[in-house]
């Protein structure tokens, strides 16, 4: 391969991922071939690093003003439902629900493609929001919350990939079975990235307790979606990169 068709190939999967993860219209023009998603599964902490600047850039701007951290970390959680779509929120309710109401493999996943919203699905998107504001919050300072946005945002993206190649779908059709099983090489180059975020914004020591948490979190939701359902799916992806995006921003509070 020329170095040209390389960028080029770089640059379609890191547009591929920003438009899987955000509203952005980043897609390429033509049609994905089969494989193709989980070809670029590695470029998904690349989307992580979009949906953190915006968010951080939202923090600096509505500290400027004046605005108190705890209405500005609210501000910036908001923007980064608003820009992902709240892709991982919808997961994480509908995973919530499936795996907390359900009877049974089938009825699980039936519950889980169901748009309606449930109590285990409100609970939890509850939860997920108050924990990632007041984390952002206690933080504070403009800096120290641009970098905790950094590395939760990368690092919970970067899991992502790890988890396609080696938990397989639960089911033959669905968003997960349609993005393919990604290839151990992604899941490195992924994992790779989200190391090096980390160490960036938090130091060496904290990357290396950040990656142990993120596997902490990831073994969970293997266990629980293989004996649950059997495997994962596109919603338990997305519960994932939340549980895994709460799990950095509190370690950050404890780093700041």
Known sequence: MRQSEFIERIVIDIRIAVSLSTILPTAPEKPLDDGRIAAASWALPMAGLVVSLIAA?????????????????????????????????????????????????????????????????????????????????????????????LAAHVAARAQLPVFMWLIPPARSDGLSAAAGQAAAQSAVIAAGLGFLCLAFALGF??????????????????????KQVGGQTGDILGALEQTGEIAILLMAVAAF
């Open 57 to 149: 850039i939202v923090y600096e701007l509505a500290r400027r003003t004046g605005i108190p951290a705890s209405p500005a970390a609210l501000l910036a959680l908001a923007a980064t439902i608003i820009v992902t779509g709240a892709i991982h929120e919808d997961g994480l309710a509908d995973t919530a629900d499936g795996l907390g109401g359900g009877n049974g493999r089938e009825q699980k996943l039936d519950i889980m493609r169901d748009s309606r919203i449930g109590t285990y699905g409100a609970c939890a998107l509850v939860l997920s929001m108050l924990l990632r504001w007041s984390a952002l919050a206690t933080i504070a300072e403009p800096a120290s919350v641009a970098s905790a946005l």
């Open 205 to 226: 020591g904290k990357a290396v307790m950040g990656l142990l948490l993120l596997a902490l979190v990831g073994s969970g939701w293997a266990w629980l979606a293989t």
